[in-house]
């Protein structure tokens, strides 16, 4: 601002009145028909005697172009804004780059662009699951739906059949009908699950006994393969938790035992306390599960695949239940497997039971 005022004064001091004054004039005098002194007049009637106006001019086009230039620069910062909400509104993926006066804003829409990315690509594999949701129960329903049409057809369509053929219809298509529910059930259990909002009746709990019981409860499955239980625990092991989700924690990882362990094999379940709670394990002898198949098989809907090669087992939730439960505990639960022999290890942290 200085600089425009000095620049205002110099005009004044050096131009209308100096050099230039005098260079107006004789060029007027050399290039008219006027007199050197009609010249002057002119110069100082036109020119020189209307200092004032020629000063706020100047002072105004010194103004217009003071504003001119900031507003420039003003609208390029909002150019980059505009550019950087663009990035953001379109996804495009890319670093947002503004001049360096507008770091600070550079940063936040980065920020911004980064929470964005994280929840499109939430939003990507939520759909993704859905899909897979959509695909699997399709594929896990249908051939045991299949299965109790074709025979309910077949009794409806055949009434002269045998009684004993009869009765088999009728005992396959009960057998696939419960499938169908508990494979329905699972559905339901693992999307309430998700939901977290579950609270847990933690008691302290006889776990040597719950073992026993659950041993008992899957002696069918085991029979047909002639395979056995075995419990190595001390009779007075405790666990702390929600007794009902505890149980369905051990059974849904024994029925898996079951289903992966070779015939005439034994599935050990080894129990004991330690600092800070109790450790569970589970195992039996089976195909050894590599390393890939490790990292997913806690995933919702994962089956290996001989299981989807004979329609054994589930809808692969079992295990992914399972580690839902354990979550909510605040325990943890992982696999391991060598050398055909498969463990899972379930760790529950001791809580301090609340007092009367």
Not at 9 to 14: A, E, N
Not at 51 to 59: D, Q
Not at 98 to 123: C, F, G, P, W
Not at 251 to 275: F, G, H, R
Request: with cysteine; hydrophobic share 40%; aromatic share 12%.
């Amino acid at each position: 601002m200085a600089g425009a005022f000095f620049g205002i004064w110099f005009l004044y001091q050096y131009v209308l009145q100096g050099r230039f004054a005098d260079g107006i004039v004789r060029f007027l005098y050399d290039f008219t028909s006027m007199t050197y002194e009609d010249a002057r007049d002119f110069y100082w009637h036109n020119i020189g005697n209307h200092f004032e106006l020629i000063f706020f001019g100047a002072i105004a086009l010194v103004f217009c172009l003071m504003f001119y230039f900031f507003l420039n620069s003003f609208t390029k910062y909002f150019q980059e804004i505009d550019d950087g909400i663009n990035a953001l509104v379109h996804h495009d993926g890319r670093q947002i780059r503004m001049s360096k006066e507008m770091a600070a804003m550079e940063e936040k829409l980065n920020s911004v662009n980064a929470t964005l990315n994280r929840q499109l690509y939430d939003i990507q594999m939520a759909e993704k699951k859905k899909d897979e949701l959509v695909l699997y129960l399709a594929h896990d329903i249908r051939t045991p739906l299949t299965s109790v049409i074709g025979y309910l057809k077949l009794l409806e369509e055949m009434p002269d059949i045998s009684k004993e053929q009869q009765d088999k219809f009728i005992h396959v298509t009960l057998d696939k009908a419960l499938r169908l529910e508990v494979l329905v059930n699972e559905f339901f259990d693992i999307t309430r699950f998700n939901r977290q909002d579950i609270e847990l009746a933690t008691t302290e709990i006889d776990l040597y006994y719950m073992l026993m019981q659950l041993s008992d409860e899957v002696y069918p499955l085991l029979a047909p393969e002639h395979k056995k239980v075995e419990i190595q625990a001390d009779e007075n092991c405790k666990v702390y938790g929600d007794a009902d989700k505890l149980a369905r924690i051990f059974n849904n990882i024994l029925k898996n035992a079951i289903a992966y362990s070779n015939p005439d094999s034994t599935i050990v379940i080894s129990a004991w306390e330690e600092p800070p709670g109790t450790v569970i394990l589970f195992s039996n002898q089976g195909q050894t599960i590599s390393p890939e198949e490790q990292q997913r098989i806690f995933d919702k809907f994962y089956r290996r695949d001989e299981a989807r090669q004979t329609n054994s087992g589930g809808a692969g939730l079992g295990l992914a239940i399972a580690k839902e439960l354990v979550d909510l505990h605040g325990g943890t639960i992982r696999v391991m497997s060598e050398n055909g022999r498969t463990t899972f290890k379930v760790c529950l942290p001791r809580r301090k039971m609340p007092t009367a």
